[in-house]
């Protein structure tokens, strides 16, 4: 079974520059996630997608964090413009529905540095 | 915020001993999980235990679960130079959601 897959795997930018992530969740899983992790720190969850529709955004910064799951498949996760403290690992992982048991399967990330 | 807190943060110890690591949490949950990640990857999960078990195993993994003091223990047993990585607990409160802690750093020293 093909794991989670995110590109790109590294990105340098420059402050207020736009930048984009990619992700392909595991097949059949109906349930997303976008996670920001931050050097020295647990995995901080950005969004929520069940199925197509948006099930947690709480701690998206909505001013400058969008994303969207067209279709339900894979997602897209954008930052503009980026800032300095957006600098950190970008985590995608998937899950196949909810219920007690939720184990979620990771991506290998895309590590974001922004100059 | 995050509710899970590991403690310690960062343990060094030589391969063969035992390695114990705490995660304490704020709320009533469904069930507790603990992943580890390699330096520069995703995370992996390890186990799952369920708010109404008290006591887990999977190969050299042993994990505990008091929801009375609302804390998890994970102990990996005889540690290999591969156990190196930083190990997360997440705790499962509902609306398929897991928060995470800090995190523990565990070295293994050859």
């Known amino acids: 079974e093909a794991g989670v897959a995110q590109s790109p795997r590294y990105k340098i930018i420059e402050k207020r520059q736009s930048v984009a992530f990619w992700c392909n969740p595991i097949s059949g899983h109906a349930t997303l996630y976008w996670y920001q992790q931050i050097l020295g720190q647990g995995p901080k969850l950005l969004i929520q997608?069940?199925?197509?529709?948006?099930?947690?955004d709480s701690q998206l910064p909505k001013d400058r964090f969008s994303a969207e799951r067209l279709k339900g498949v894979d997602s897209t996760l954008k930052i503009q413009p980026a800032k300095l403290e957006d600098s950190a690992v970008y985590l995608c992982?998937?899950?196949?529905?909810?219920?007690?048991?939720?184990?979620?399967?990771f991506g290998p990330g895309t590590r974001l540095t922004v100059l | 915020s995050q509710q899970g807190e590991e403690d310690p943060q960062a343990l060094s110890i030589q391969e063969g001993e035992n390695a114990t690591m705490n995660c304490s949490y704020k709320?009533?949950?469904?069930?507790l999980q603990w992943y580890r990640q390699n330096s520069g990857r995703g995370l992996v999960h390890l186990i799952l235990?369920?708010?109404?078990?008290r006591e887990k195993h999977s190969g050299r993994l042993r994990v505990t679960l008091d929801t009375s003091k609302k804390s998890s223990s994970l102990l990996i047993t005889a540690s290999r130079a591969a156990d190196t990585a930083s190990y997360f607990c997440a705790t499962d409160a509902g609306a398929q959601k897991l928060v995470f802690g800090q995190g523990t750093r565990l070295t293994i020293n050859p």
């Open positions: 709320t009533s949950i469904n069930n």
């Open positions: 992982a998937s899950s196949f529905s909810g219920g007690a048991r939720n184990t979620q399967y």
């Open positions: 235990i369920r708010s109404n078990e």
């Open positions: 997608f069940q199925n197509n529709g948006v099930v947690d």
